[in-house]
């Protein structure tokens, strides 16, 4: 079968999922509730966004010399740092630290799914558990995330239970009793970790501080419990001043649909003291060593396209995939390693999987609520558009036969290489 003919029974099988549309309906709801009670306590939040705007086109632009001030920072500040240039570095530099045989925890991070760390970790002869409650459900699922920031939002608290309870003993769809089994189960797996990984929500260049947004606790036990942290980060998370960097982790949280995160983790160095005659120690209480790796992976290419450069202004809180109407009844499936029509875009311009990227241009509406919701206001629709060109004329290889992406289109009632999108800030908000 073709990736076409795949992916087309792939979201026709989602779009009839009553369990999947039953869990992002009331994710949906309760984002929707969240963030509009965020930014109605927070309403500079909406002024601030505009200017992290600004410094992520500047800094998008400045990526390899802020990832080299980056790197000098984390070096002088007793940790070790490393620059991927492509995904396959990055997984290479993670194994040599790794090697096998460990038991690893990993704190949520979109730019291990993008590269299948886990995946490669196990291979590897690993115990590999994820942390975050969203991916620790998917990976007993033996699925894949669906969305940013919740990542088994089609999974409802029935099915959860259903899937605990047949592995932990029975369990009742209360939600409070679901993560009380996660709980007690990973918490052995925090204490036995030799290693743990993370991400990063952003970067602070001239400090080398690793920003870590969550609300579980779950990052922060494994950033600090085992005695090596590893950090995965994406160039694109780079912004060259530490006050900067707070404004972005500011516009974040807010556009998660958050007053304020339950944690807020600044990461800068292993743990250290100089407590006994002001002479350094590292390794303290907590981690004994640090390891960034500062992934490039396509990024620096892609920030050179005029229209295509947007997608890493992205400060991935998902807030486009609620407003989305293809996701609101296929969730992730509308997606690749990223979602929706931004996913799109980056399947075809980073990921290189061009048949995937026709698959969801051709699926996106172009409507453009994605672009009211979108703290940075990235032009989705736009770019979406510039993809279908693009692969229409040949400019991007990897489609074996471009007659698929007339086959793909024909299944909708309109032409939608010329679907204009909706451009009205007072329309498509719900």
Known sequence: MSVFTDYKKEIIDAAHNESLRKGVSRSIKGYR????????????????AEEVRK????????????????????????????????????????????????VIVMGKTMTGVEIGLREYLEERGNEVWETDMGEFIVQLLKERPMHNTQPALHVPREDVAKLFSGIFGKVSPDIPALYGVARKFLRDKFVQADIGISGANVVAADTGTLFVLENEGNIRLATSFPPIHIALVGMDKLVPSFSE???????????????????TSLISSPSKSSDIEKVLTVGVHGPKELHVILMDAGRTELAKHPIMRQTLYCVKCGGCLFECPVFAVTAG????????????????????????????????LTCGRCKIRCPMKIDIPTMVIELRRLIREGMISGIQNIENVGKFTSIYPVNNSQRGYVNDEKTGQR
């Open 245 to 263: 960097a707070c404004k972005v982790a500011e516009v974040t949280w807010r556009y998660v649909g958050q007053t304020a995160p339950a944690y």
């Open 33 to 48: 509730a969240n963030v509009d009670n965020a930014l109605t306590k927070f309403p500079h939040t909406i002024e601030l």
């Open 333 to 364: 499936h509308f997606g690749d390693k990223y979602f929706s029509g931004i996913g799109a875009v980056w399947a075809g311009m980073v990921s290189k999987d061009v048949e995937k990227a026709a698959a969801l241009a051709y699926t996106c």
């Open 55 to 102: 410094i992520r086109e500047k800094a998008i632009g400045e990526m390899e010399k802020l990832a080299e001030q980056a790197c000098k920072a984390i070096i002088e500040n007793k940790g070790k740092c490393y620059i991927a240039k492509t995904a396959d570095d990055a997984l290479g530099i993670i194994g040599n630290i790794v090697g096998s045989s460990k």
